[in-house]
């Protein structure tokens, strides 16, 4: 089911890509670092923004549910607020209007997905106690 889920989160962007260049014809460029030349966004990079942040995102719910039982709500808090926070690197300056949108597109898509799908929408059996495990098995042994 996760993986899955970063299936999607990865595809999700990429249709998002498409639509924005092959569609509409959008260039989606942002500037360079340090001055360099600006920075064509092609589809290997979407692919690979959004299958690290699948992975990260899955390795953290993975290790929260090992130390706590509040994992999942501890863990979409954190993707709620890591999504918001990408949005941040949207508002540079030299980036054309078009692109942020898109580019925000992308990350609704990625993160919409990862929130919503990566953790288990399944109810896990609580842990039973040696006790409460025993008075079951003798109910059954004995009805």
Known sequence: MRLGAVGLAVIAPVAVWLL???VFGARLVVPGQSGGPPLDIGWPAVVAIALVAGLLGWGLLAGLEKLTRRARTIWTITAVVVLALSFGLLIGPGIAASTRTW??????AAGGVLIFL?????KTKR???PGQQSAKEDGARSG
């Open 20 to 22: 924005a260049t092959a």
């Open 118 to 122: 990566l953790p288990s929408r399944k």
């Open 103 to 108: 580019l925000g597109l992308m990350h609704l």
């Open 127 to 129: 842990a039973q106690s």
